[in-house]
């Protein structure tokens, strides 16, 4: 994904958050999700926010289906599980 600054991952590798670098905002923020069958990542229904901390929130909905296994950390490398696709 085109200018891809940070990813965060959970415990298991299928949910997190990527930082992308924007012209607009400076830096957006989007949910993502493991596509198990073609083993890369990809954004939750186009989501994005301005901060990390919504991104998260998005996370946290009673009502969401996409639950996160314990706290999110900082990845080293940009391809766990594959690529990152939009």
Do not use: C, Q
């Amino acid at each position: 994904m085109e200018r891809l600054h940070t990813i965060w991952l959970d415990e298991t590798y299928v949910h997190g958050i990527i930082k992308i670098y924007d012209s607009i905002f400076e830096y957006l923020f989007h949910p993502i999700v493991l596509d198990e069958i073609k083993g890369e990542y990809r954004v939750i229904n186009n989501l994005w926010y301005t901060t990390y901390h919504g991104a998260r929130e998005f996370f946290r909905s009673p009502s969401n289906p996409y639950s996160v296994v314990g706290r999110m950390k900082v990845n080293e490398g940009t391809t766990v599980g594959g690529s990152i696709v939009k």
